[in-house]
Structures are given as C-alpha cells and as structure tokens.
C-alpha cells in the first residue's frame, strides 16, 4: 500500500541526512505521528530557525551567534572569548563535531581553528576550499602561538590534509607542530570515539 505522499516527502528529505536510511527514516517519521505532545512542530520551529543568527566565529570558524552590545555586533565564539584559555595553544580540527567531541574531554585547555572539510580532489575540494588560509594568517598574526596540535581523523584525505598544513606552516612557524596520538582508529572520525580515547589521543600527542 502506498503513503500519503506528505509521508513519504518527509521520508525522503530525512533519508538525505548522513547516517540516516529509508528505514531509519520511516522509522522516525511514524514515531512523530504517533507523537502527541507537538514534538513534530517543536522539531519544525527550531530546525526552521537553525539558521537565524548563527554564524562562523570570527578567529576560529566556529558556529556561534552575534553578540549585540552597545559599542560593536561581534561574532566570536564563547571559547575564543574566553580569555582564560592558554594562548599558547592551538588546536586544528576539521569540523565543529570534532571541536565539540575534544571539549567533552575537559584535556585541551588552548584555542581551535576549524577547517571545515579536508581536501579531497576525488570530491573536488582544494585547500581553498576550506579554511587553511585563515590558519596560516592567524599563525602569523600570533606569535605568542607556541604549539599547534592537528587533530585531524584517521582518512587518508584527513593525512594529505595535514601534510599540506605542515608543509605551509614550517615557512611561517618555529615552534612544536603535534598531531593526536594515534589512539585514533585509521579511517575514524573524531566524533564517533569515546572520551577515554579521545583524552588519550591529546594527552599523548607526538612531534609530528
């Protein structure tokens, strides 16, 4: 028997989101129509609004909201503008998941820069293309830097990646460049991991 076609256009939109197939979307939907409480039009309003007034932190790319005050409308993220973190430190990472994923740990107590992707050229994604040019601005424009720590994932377009960045820091940084202890299963992403590996992989980083 088919579906209502509201149904399944919902069915369909969910089975776009990574991770998620047709039968983990069915399964979702009809659970929202069995639903009651109005969890469906919570789930609409705050999706609907994902966008509003979110942005990407100034320094490091994060996704934050503005801040309205009397002198300025900034966009900064709250640990960039948290002045009691260690400025000698910073931390590359490929996407806001993985910022959020070491967070959790409570190890790395310095600042982030978040690449946004990795470079690909099977997926047609250059250095360009992310924010690697920022990095290397923000490294020169921050001399009090003394180490930065590449916690990329374990893929071999996440290696080539941090290979590139290496390659572009060592004409402009003098100090210890680090990548995560490989407690990091090849091919894993950051996010999927557990917090002991995780604080395992930062707290025994290595020269890289």
Known sequence: MS???????AIESLSDL??????????????LLKNESGLD????THIGNLRSGIYECE????????KNTPSSQSRICSICDNASRDKKLL??????????????????????????????????????????????QRVKNTPIIEEIILATSGTTESDATAMYIVREL?????????RLARGIPSGGDLDYLDLGTLSRAMCERREF
């Open 3 to 9: 579906l209502p076609k509201p149904i399944t256009d």
């Open 18 to 31: 990574p991770g998620i197939g047709s039968r983990s979307a069915e399964r979702l939907i009809f659970s």
């Open 41 to 44: 039009q919570k789930i609409s």
């Open 59 to 66: 320094i490091c790319h994060h996704f934050c909201e503005q």
């Open 91 to 136: 931390c590359v990472v490929e996407s806001p998941l993985d910022l959020v994923a070491l967070e959790r740990t409570h190890e790395f107590k310095g600042y982030y820069h978040v690449l946004h992707g990795v470079i690909s050229p099977l997926n047609k994604v250059q250095a360009e293309d992310i924010r690697v040019a920022s990095l290397l």
């Open 170 to 178: 060592q004409n402009i940084f003098t100090g210890r460049i680090s």
